[in-house]
């Protein structure tokens, strides 16, 4: 285990499991179609690397981008896209790929802009993790993984100022890092 992490929550066995839930449900559901997955960089790539192997439909991807200015481990309503999609999504199934649905800002902002510019026939929300309790905006994932507490979560993808991202698992912090950073 690495230095800084006080306790891993979810092993790669774990996160197989999960993955191979969603891309169940996913592939029940669309049935005969071929979405459009949209996952959201850089959190969302390992998550969506196993995801787009497993699900047995037809698919095609494309990458997106965005930031979001807020203090600390909380984002803010003030979303910009920093790399927009290039491919045609008007008429189709789309389904964002995210690592992390928390206040919501960043994917609330997402959908509407994906919708209005694009008109694609559906958009839905598939995120490997989901913190209803710190909610902001009006916004649901219709397909997720697992529900987590109020608490910084790092590894598979989900970072902490850029690091850890390439750990095989989920953990959560010593908090000797954070205070690390303060100083
Ligand atoms: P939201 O706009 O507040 O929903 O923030 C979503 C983004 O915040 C995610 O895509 C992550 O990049 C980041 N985020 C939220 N919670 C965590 C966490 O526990 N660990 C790592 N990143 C997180
Ligand atoms: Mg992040």
Known sequence: MHQDIEKILYSSEDLSKLVACISDEIAEDYKG??????PILKGSV??????????????????MSATSYGSGT?????????KDITIDIKGKDVII??????????????????NDKYEPASIRICTLFDKPS????????DYSG?????????????DFDENYRDLPYIGVLKPAVYKKTKE
């Open 33 to 38: 179609k071929s979405p459009v997955l949209i």
């Open 46 to 63: 390992m998550f969506f690397a196993d995801l787009v192997r497993k699900l047995p439909l037809d698919c095609t991807f494309d990458f």
């Open 74 to 82: 909380e984002s803010s309503g003030n979303v910009m896209i920093t």
């Open 97 to 114: 790929v995210e690592d992390i649905l928390d206040t919501g800002n960043t994917l609330f902002y997402i959908k509407n802009y994906l």
């Open 134 to 141: 710190r909610r902001k905006k009006d916004i649901k994932a």
């Open 146 to 158: 697992d529900e987590v507490d109020d608490m910084f979560i790092v590894g598979y993808g989900l």
